[in-house]
């Protein structure tokens, strides 16, 4: 039958170990970044973010690691738990007081017990 | 749960049918957005409204969506002659103008769970 795959980019991980989910943006002028995780059915959930004059920050398990000179965002999710598969996006503002943000296609991170 | 409710959940309807859905963000955010998302994509911006002020519409809005805030608090989305092509996940989102936990405070957006449209 017609597959229903989602076209996004995976990453299969086991429990416990860390996992690295990556992203790029094309705006120059963007200055704040969010990454969200997105659960089957539902609507997306903050994780962390990180304003562009920051290179690092960390929360709980996780961090996110901004490199503005190639337009780069990553997430480390440390010790990985099945709980954390889901879609992961990242998202960018326009710069300025624009507040609208622009999703990036999602990675689906599966953690195998 | 986010605090942001969107009725209904799932919503059925037959082509050519106008369908409204309904968005109630955090109490004190006075701003609010909506998006659209497909099977395997990511939110796509649709509009935002500060209070009750519609502020910038994306031009995936056609004609045939309109969005109210007529009291700066709950929002409606309404889809006219729907097409099948409008089948989708509607998401609200919902904003403060300041504080909350993020480094940035007016950035981050509370989502709901959103409303699953079907047109047959």
């Known amino acids: 039958g017609e597959s229903v795959g989602l076209h996004l980019p995976t990453l299969s991980v086991q429990e416990g170990d860390n996992s690295i989910i990556n992203c790029a943006y094309s705006?120059?002028?963007?200055?704040?970044f969010i990454w969200y995780k997105q659960e089957s059915g539902k609507g997306p959930q903050f994780i962390i973010d990180i304003r562009s004059n920051m290179d690092k920050r960390q929360g709980q398990r996780v961090t996110v690691l901004l490199n503005k000179t190639v337009k780069h965002l990553s997430l480390q999710i440390a010790a990985t738990q099945p709980g954390d598969s889901a879609v992961y996006f990242c998202t960018f503002n326009s710069g300025g007081s624009n507040y609208k943000l622009t999703f990036g296609k999602g990675t689906l991170l599966t953690v195998n017990p | 749960d986010t605090g942001v409710s969107q009725d209904p959940r799932h919503k059925i309807t037959k082509r050519g049918q106008n369908v409204t859905f309904r968005c109630d963000p955090i109490s004190e955010h006075n701003r609010l957005y909506w998006y659209r998302q497909t099977l395997g994509q990511g939110p796509e911006f649709l509009t935002y409204f500060q209070n009750e002020a519609q502020l910038e519409k994306s031009r995936l809005l056609s004609d045939r969506f309109s969005a109210e805030r007529p009291k700066g608090s709950f929002s409606t989305l309404e889809i006219q002659r729907t097409e099948q092509g409008d089948s989708a996940m509607y998401l609200c989102?919902?904003?403060?103008?300041?504080?909350?936990?993020?480094?940035?405070?007016?950035?981050?957006?509370?989502f709901g769970p959103g409303t699953r449209l079907t047109v047959t």
């Open positions: 989102a919902s904003s403060s103008p300041g504080g909350g936990s993020s480094s940035a405070g007016s950035y981050e957006q509370y």
């Open positions: 705006n120059s002028a963007s200055d704040y």
